[in-house]
């Protein structure tokens, strides 16, 4: 299938086919030297002021041929632009430069086009954006798998040749069904602590009930360059460790505020979540603190032996955390006595995270528990319509048994005390303002008073309009009289005025 393209800045892109309808492309997770770019996040954001280096984290990258030379790429599903860093050979200079801001740090530097081979797929001409700006490690980038109307290499060159890399995949090689999966995991392999596998157009085995799952509605943002694969959670769908529902409401402009819409993040290390659900989790702990960690930020520290199960709900299916991941001890930070510090992975939503778009962003601490399904839709650009709308589905894969057993392993040796642990009253907890025009737009709350608003200026301006009628008749009737001009009549002899006498005040 050939595109026909009608701009002189475009590059015609094509494929090379070796009956690959589908493929598996094998991650490998690890933690980030302190040395590493803070890339994660979100496309599309601001980069956030100071210093946020997220030393220690964990992230899941993809070798791909770019070129002819094999780069790492950062797995990120909140962005939808190829980046790299260094020399990459064989490449077209476009006469274009972007700048790419994530949630943390960005990329910029000029749009070329090179060949990108990807476990089967050969993209002869993929465009992406050559960072240059010092901050990412040599060879290495990000690969943004989020949807391509969110894509600033395709709005700059205005032109699908500026397509992302799954697009021209799906476009492309017509008999690939347009959907990603993705897994995150963990194991006891010290050499491959956190194995994981992207599909394109298959679904892993032992997981293909996820395609019974519900479908869930990908929330369809007015501002297309917002767009990410996010969606609803259920009314009370977010579970604290005491297992009831965590009192949050959604700040979401227009939306239900009793669900909170949540964006699947893969370039988030730790989940990005409102105040009211971060304190639920972790606020009634004893011993638990929020303070502000060099290189991460605002987050609770907690006990690293207090077993903590918390729960989303999406579409009534239930997504229980591990409780390794609900703390987590993997950003290598230890205290003064050399010993781990177990940190909250549901993070209180950063300043330069925060969108009226959505209300959070789960990220590996969620992911890791379910497989994931994203379907394109059509948000496929250049599909011909006759596509279906784009959904998610999640399949858990975190079971509470399994996961306890896992703690008590891991965290405590193998002697399981968790049941020492009682969480403080719920009255600890901060109120929370529920005021349902909070989650309204000006436009949406003045809406009601409108009449009144349009009425009253009439009225200001009639009034106006008189006042200024009057003061004009006025000043005509009063003459304008030379100092030298004759008194009236009557005023030949002095007033009885009073000179000024000072009188006491008390």
């Not at 596998?197 to 679904?203: C, H, N």
């Not at 990908?218 to 009314?235: E, M, N, P």
């Not at 009628?469 to 002899?493: E, M, N, V, W």
Request: aromatic fraction near 8%.
């Amino acid at each position: 299938m050939k595109l026909s393209i009608a701009s002189s800045l475009l590059v015609s892109t094509a494929f090379l086919f070796e009956d690959v309808h589908a493929s598996v492309h094998h991650l490998r997770g690890i933690r980030q030297s302190s040395r590493s770019p803070p890339m994660t996040g979100i496309g599309r954001r601001v980069g956030m002021s100071g210093d946020l280096q997220n030393s220690g984290d964990v992230k899941y990258w993809t070798n791909v041929t770019m070129g002819g030379k094999s780069v790492a790429l950062l797995l990120d599903t909140g962005s939808s632009d190829l980046t790299v860093a260094g020399t990459i050979p064989n490449t077209k200079d476009l006469g274009k430069t972007a700048t790419l801001n994530y949630a943390i740090g960005s990329a910029k530097g000029p749009i070329q086009a090179v060949e990108v081979v990807y476990e089967g797929h050969t993209i002869t001409d993929q465009a992406f954006v050559l960072d240059t700006s010092g901050v990412q490690e040599d060879d290495h980038g990000i690969i943004g798998l989020g949807p391509s109307s969110s894509s600033i290499v395709h709005n700059k060159l205005n032109s699908q040749a500026g397509l992302p890399v799954l697009d021209n995949i799906f476009l492309h090689n017509t008999s690939t069904p347009n959907f990603i999966s993705i897994i995150l995991g963990r194991s006891d392999d010290p050499d491959d602590l956190y194995p994981g596998d992207l599909t394109v157009g298959e679904v892993l085995s032992p997981y293909e009930n996820i395609t019974s799952t519900p479908k869930l509605d990908v929330f369809d943002v007015k501002d297309s360059g917002g767009q990410h694969w996010q969606t609803l959670i259920d009314v009370n769908g977010v579970l604290g460790p005491d297992g009831l529902p965590v009192n949050a409401t959604s700040h979401v402009k227009g939306s239900d505020k009793r669900r909170l819409n949540a964006i699947f993040d893969t370039g988030f290390t730790l989940s990005q979540v409102p105040q009211p659900v971060a304190d639920a989790f972790y606020l009634r702990v004893p011993g638990a603190k929020l303070q502000n960690m060099t290189g991460i930020g605002l987050v609770y520290t907690v006990p690293c032996e207090a077993e903590l199960n918390v729960t989303f709900v999406f579409g009534n299916v239930s997504i229980n955390i591990h409780p390794l991941d609900t703390s987590t001890d993997d950003l290598g930070r230890r205290d003064s006595d050399g010993m781990p510090i177990c940190i909250g992975g549901f993070q209180p939503i950063q300043a330069s995270a925060v969108d009226d778009s959505y209300d959070m962003i789960l990220g590996m601490t969620f992911l890791r528990n379910v497989y994931l399904l994203i379907n394109f839709g059509d948000f496929v650009d250049g599909k011909d319509g006759k596509t279906n709308d784009p959904y998610i589905q999640l399949l858990p894969i975190t079971q509470p048994a399994d996961g306890h057993a896992d703690f008590v392993s891991n965290r405590l040796d193998g002697v399981d005390n968790t049941a020492n642990l009682h969480l403080l009253p719920a009255s600890v907890l901060p109120a929370i303002d529920e005021n349902p025009d909070d989650n309204k737009s000006l436009s949406e709350k003045i809406k009601p008073y409108l009449p009144y608003i349009i009425a009253g200026s009439v009225v200001l301006g009639l009034l106006l309009i008189l006042g200024v009628f009057f003061c004009i008749r006025s000043s005509r009737q009063k003459r304008y009289r030379r100092l030298h001009d004759p008194a009236p009549a009557g005023l030949h002899t002095q007033p009885p005025f009073t000179s000024y006498q000072p009188t006491s005040r008390y």
